[in-house]
């Protein structure tokens, strides 16, 4: 089973397309489904299936430290990342390092490991720098498109093992029992940036 970890809607500030939009592109790209990640905004109230895909409730939470993903979690989202890994675990929810070593000042780098959280995202559809140095490093973690328009979707996704619950996806992110790819292409990274600009000059 395959499932995009980490995807952006509208419901982001930076984001344009609707969450059924997405799901949309993840069958045609030959995922099971998607997880909404929205930036500091907990889009979905929980996961759910949605038209036989996986919709899967998560945020993409900013820190003091980096951007961190979390899952099946409803409370506040604190700026700290450590304090966040912690408030997490303790609803029995899933955290993620989201593109730990980037060059932006919004990847943990030094302290993707040192949160302690459930594992780092080892591809990341826009971040090739993190990836490269997951491999050179052999790191092991899930994948996410990062996705911040629909043709981005299924750039990186996590293939899982056994999985078909919603509740087998947690268990499995808990046990390590999943791969990351990595698929991306390249022309919808930069389709999504040039809408980017389009946006910020007031073009669209």
């Known amino acids: 089973m395959k499932i995009d970890l980490h995807a952006h ?9 609707t969450i059924d939009s997405l799901l949309a592109s993840a069958r045609k790209r030959g995922l099971n489904g998607i997880a909404a990640t929205d930036h500091n905004k907990i889009t979905l109230a929980h996961s759910e299936m949605r038209k036989g895909m996986f919709l899967l409730q998560g945020v993409e939470a900013s820190t003091k430290q980096g951007h961190m993903l979390a899952y099946n979690y409803s409370g506040k ?6 304090e966040l890994v912690e408030k997490v675990r303790a609803e029995n929810g899933i955290t993620v390092v989201a593109h730990p070593f980037g060059i932006r000042k919004d990847c943990l780098r030094s302290n993707a490991f040192n949160v302690k959280a459930d594992c780092i995202e080892r591809f990341n559809g826009r971040s090739f720098v993190s990836n490269l140095t997951c491999v050179l490093n052999r790191f092991a973690g899930v994948g996410g498109s ?5 043709e981005e979707v299924g750039n990186a996704y996590t293939e899982f093992e056994d999985c078909e619950k919603i509740e087998d996806v947690w268990e499995c992110l808990r046990k390590g029992k999943f791969s ?9 990274v930069a389709l999504a940036k040039w809408k980017k600009i389009k946006k910020a000059i007031g073009i669209i």
């Open 9 to 17: 809607s509208a419901n982001s500030p930076d984001g344009f397309d």
């Open 146 to 150: 990062d996705a911040h328009i629909k």
């Open 77 to 82: 989202l604190h700026t700290d990342a450590f």
């Open 180 to 188: 990351a790819k990595w698929e991306t292409r390249v022309g919808t």
